[in-house]
């Protein structure tokens, strides 16, 4: 069963220095390391005039998955975001 977030947030920074955070990797890498108990990576990155493309990977612990689950999966799950 999945669920859906919706999130949403104001940015009082302007258009430029919000850009310049999200197109730094370090911001990424940061956020993947701090994102949730077990650091993640960043596993792609790229920013230019086209674009930010940014791929993390996740680590979901056995521990976080429902019981019934757990007897099926025998180790951490790797989420791709």
Do not use: C
Not at 14 to 43: C, F, H, M, Q, R
């Amino acid at each position: 069963m999945t669920t859906h977030i919706e999130t949403s947030a104001s940015v009082t920074s302007g258009i430029d220095k919000v850009w310049s955070t999200l197109s730094d990797k370090a911001y990424w890498e940061y956020d993947a390391a701090n994102l949730s108990d077990e650091p993640g990576e960043v596993n792609e990155f790229s920013a230019g005039d086209n674009g930010l493309d940014v791929t993390l990977f996740e680590v979901l612990p056995t521990e976080a998955l429902p019981e019934a689950v757990r007897s099926m999966v025998s180790q951490n799950l790797k989420l791709k975001l």
